[in-house]
């Protein structure tokens, strides 16, 4: 099984600023990687897959990039609707489908 | 529009059964795959098991395999998901989620349906 670690755990952010959050796999999944983000009592949404593609109407701020181990997921001027819980998810090896455990995006 | 509602959720005891439901609606059921996703209450994202667009194939996460089986009804644009031998670590939100592109990618999800397994 790949094991998905992300990093921080929670990352405090004033609003306008950058914000990069990391994703790391246990072994290389190349370019297999998506990106979520999970509203309080809201289901997730679809961000990025294939490590860098945005989601269809996801904006121009986020962007992702990596590939193997390492991924990043950067939001470029953090917005007010942006302060959620942000998920990767490999899917180069499966099953079982893996996720990080999250990072926090919290308002600073 | 795309539209997946969940149904079937509730408290059930440990060692019972529940079977969950995923309507879906708004695009063409059977072109695409479809999975379930779970989520204990305060923690992060679980796939629990996914279903190709005939049903054909089926996969599964270690720790429900043998006791959830998912299974999937084209002609009722239907999705379910049969819970037997229930435990207390099952208890979680889970979601219905479609795969549009790639078939472990999930483009679209539910709103959720809460399980909740205790005595």
């Known amino acids: 099984e790949i094991v998905m670690t992300q990093s921080p755990a929670t990352l405090s952010v004033s609003p306008g600023e950058r914000a990069t959050l990391s994703c790391r796999a246990s072994?290389?999944?190349?370019?297999?990687l998506a990106w979520y983000q999970q509203k309080p009592g809201q289901a997730p949404r679809l961000l990025i897959s294939?490590?860098?593609t945005r989601a269809t109407g996801i904006p121009a701020r986020f962007s992702g990039s990596g590939s193997g181990t390492e991924f990043t997921l950067t939001i470029s001027s953090l917005q007010s609707e942006d302060f959620a819980v942000y998920y990767c998810?490999?899917?180069?090896?499966?099953?079982?489908?893996?996720f990080g455990g999250g990072t926090k995006v919290e308002i600073k | 529009e795309v539209q997946l509602v969940e149904s079937g959720g509730g408290l059930v005891q440990p060692g019972g059964s529940l079977r969950l439901a995923c309507a879906a609606s708004?695009?063409?059921?059977?072109?695409?795959?479809m999975s379930w996703v779970r989520q204990a209450p305060g923690k992060g994202l679980e796939w629990v098991a996914n279903?190709?667009?005939?049903?054909?194939?089926?996969s599964y996460v270690g720790s429900v395999e043998g006791r959830f089986t998912i299974s999937r009804d084209n002609a009722k644009n239907s999705l379910y998901l049969q819970m037997n031998s229930l435990r207390a670590e099952d208890t979680a939100v889970y979601y219905c989620?479609?795969?549009?592109?790639?078939?472990?990618?999930?483009?679209?999800w539910g709103q959720g349906t809460m399980v909740t397994v205790s005595s």
């Open positions: 072994q290389s999944v190349s370019s297999n």
């Open positions: 989620a479609l795969s549009i592109g790639a078939p472990e990618v999930f483009d679209i």
């Open positions: 279903i190709k667009q005939d049903g054909s194939e089926k």
């Open positions: 998810q490999q899917y180069n090896n499966w099953p079982p489908l893996t």
């Open positions: 294939g490590a860098s």
């Open positions: 708004g695009f063409t059921f059977s072109s695409y795959w």
